[in-house]
């Protein structure tokens, strides 16, 4: 075997080099260990020894204060210090335990002497001060107001002369309760957005605020709140009959729990949520419903979610406007009246519904006038879902939305509910009647305050967060508050993109296809033909 090679001298060098850069940081390694060895030990040996020393400084202590005394105090009062402590050391001597008593009493006041006499740190400023200082300076130059008497914004002024309330969730702004001049224009829009906008965003843009403005009493309320639960899967929910859920909202929007299945794999997991729950039939005073939503915002996603809901005890018509097959799958169903995409097909549809509301009313009067319990089909419920029909007005369909304005009048006696959706760019072009009608109103994804105002009837007080993904949004009963809203995740049980198990679970809330539904007859069918209720008119 031949024999290795001499290492020539740079590799020698190289060698040398890196032996010595180990070296190093093994004795840096080492030095370091050991000082933090050291370290510990001190730290332990300070706390066996804690009263050990606590009793030498207090020692000395005593030491250094009879010094002093001795050195400041006049001669005659040495001599007389000097002869009592001969007499009591005298004393002490022939007392029994005399010694034991005196060096007992030594340590005592060594006890005393030597406590901590560090005195504690001043207070520091109360948490969260700067932040509300910060929120109080942004809003100076909005709210300050020479009329005011009380000066409640000024520039350099203290935010407590304002803020009478604040709440914090570590250095979160939860809750803060302010005056304001009385000369502030509280029912403009405008200035109130502008108060709104510096809150948020000097207090964290990334959650939702509720703002109560008391007008009376010149008080703004901003409450920050928690994000609402994700969307959640489409399922059959615990509600009575006539109740439809929109989706879920904030425990203090409403007093009602449902049982929700968070997991479909795991159905046994169940939490109670607080559900938008939308109420038709006799007892409401809004049969009608509104979404509006820009593109991709959820809207036909909502009329999934009502029409799965509907088709438990009523009958459906839907009319897909947009022509994008987006009710293939309500097809074949029973109590699925019919599915149309033309304005013709509209037509039919709507001229039938007309009488079909006009006999509902008439069945209705003549059997309360009889004394007789309402006919069934005079009261089963019928659901017509309309996605985005001002695509199909105007033009030569000029009228076609007018034959909705009677089924519309007399939905909540003759149990008929119209469920439109629209864009906010086509609320100019939507029926007089459709708009009037629609007292249930739902907005969903991002849009601007103008047209939410336009949307809801009301500005709906919550500003800020992340922008709004599809299926979030706000609803509005009738002239009731803005609550928030998130709808459940329904997705089209049809589209590609749609996982195996969400296409499976929608499709078994469906009414099995094949089965009769009860009203509906043989004759009930989809996709263009006409159904045995048109037929019989
Ligand atoms: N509540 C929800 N949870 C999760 N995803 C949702 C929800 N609502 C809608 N989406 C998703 O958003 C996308 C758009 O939904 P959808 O088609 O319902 O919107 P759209 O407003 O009807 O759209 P377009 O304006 O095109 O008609 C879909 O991928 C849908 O699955």
Redesign the pocket.
């Known amino acids: 075997m031949p024999s290795p090679l001499p290492p020539t001298a740079p590799a020698l060098s190289r060698r040398l080099a890196a032996a010595t850069r180990s070296g190093i940081s093994a004795t840096r390694a080492g030095l370091s260990g050991g000082r933090a060895q050291f370290g510990r030990i001190r730290h332990h040996a300070r706390d066996m020894f804690a009263p050990l020393i606590h009793l030498g400084r207090g020692l000395r202590r005593e030491v250094a204060w009879a010094r002093a005394w001795w050195k400041d105090a006049p001669a005659d009062k040495r001599k007389a210090a000097a002869v009592g402590a001969a007499l009591t050391v005298v004393l002490l001597y022939f007392l029994p335990f005399g010694p034991l008593l005196a060096l007992g009493g030594i340590m005592a006041g060594a006890a005393w002497m030597g406590r901590d006499r560090t005195p504690p740190p001043p207070p520091g400023p109360p948490p969260g001060d700067g932040r509300l200082q910060a929120v109080y300076n942004g809003l100076v130059p909005h709210l300050a107001d020479d009329h005011d008497p009380a000066a409640l914004f000024t520039p350099g002024g203290d935010y407590k002369k304002a803020f009478e309330h604040h709440e914090f969730d570590g250095d979160r702004l939860t809750r803060l309760e302010l005056r304001y001049s009385p000369y502030f224009t509280d029912d403009d829009p405008d200035a109130r957005a502008r108060i709104e906008r510096v809150v948020e965003a000097k207090a964290g843009r990334s959650r939702e605020y509720l703002y109560e403005w008391d007008t009376e009493n010149n008080k703004l309320t901003v409450a920050a709140l928690a994000p609402l639960p994700g969307?959640v899967p489409a399922q059959h929910y615990v509600t009575a009959p006539c109740e439809i859920v929109l989706?879920f909202t904030d425990a203090t929007s409403t007093n009602r729990l449902i049982p929700v299945a968070l997991d479909p794999a795991d159905p046994a997991a169940v939490c109670q949520l607080p559900p938008v729950i939308w109420r038709t039939g006799t007892r409401t005073n809004a049969p009608h419903l509104l979404a509006v939503?820009?593109?991709?915002?959820?809207?036909?996603?909502?009329l999934r979610t009502v029409a799965l809901q509907a088709l438990r005890d009523g009958d459906v018509i839907a009319v897909d406007a947009?022509g994008?097959g987006?009710f293939a799958y309500l097809a074949g169903r029973p109590g699925v009246l019919r599915v149309d995409t033309t304005a013709e097909q509209v037509r039919e549809t709507l001229t039938w519904l007309r009488g079909e509301a006009a006999r509902r009313a008439a069945a209705i009067a003549d059997a309360k006038a009889a004394g007789l319990p309402v006919p069934e089909d005079a009261r089963r419920p019928l659901w017509v879902l309309l996605?985005?029909p001002a695509e199909l007005g105007g033009g030569a369909a000029g009228d076609l939305f007018e034959l909705l304005d009677l089924p519309l009048r007399l939905g909540r006696t003759t149990h008929i509910s119209v469920v439109a959706?629209a864009?906010p760019a086509q609320l100019d072009r939507l029926h007089p009647g459709l708009l009037g009608e629609t007292h249930t109103r739902i907005v969903?994804?991002g849009m601007d305050e103008a047209q939410l105002y336009a949307a809801l009837g009301a500005a709906p007080g919550i500003a800020g967060g992340e922008a709004m993904?599809?299926?979030r949004g706000y609803a509005r009963f009738g002239a009731g508050a803005v609550i928030r809203l998130?709808?459940?995740?329904?997705?089209?049980p049809l589209e590609d993109d749609t996982p195996d198990a969400d296409r499976r679970r929608i499709l078994d809330l469906l009414p099995a296809a094949g089965g009769l539904a009860e009203g509906s007859g043989p004759g009930s069918a989809s996709g263009g033909s006409v159904p045995s209720l048109v037929k019989s008119l």
Do not use: C
């Open positions: 969307p989706g939503a820009g593109p991709a915002a959820g809207k036909t996603t909502l947009t994008s987006d996605d985005e959706t864009r969903l994804g993904p599809a299926g998130q709808t459940p995740y329904t997705p089209d």
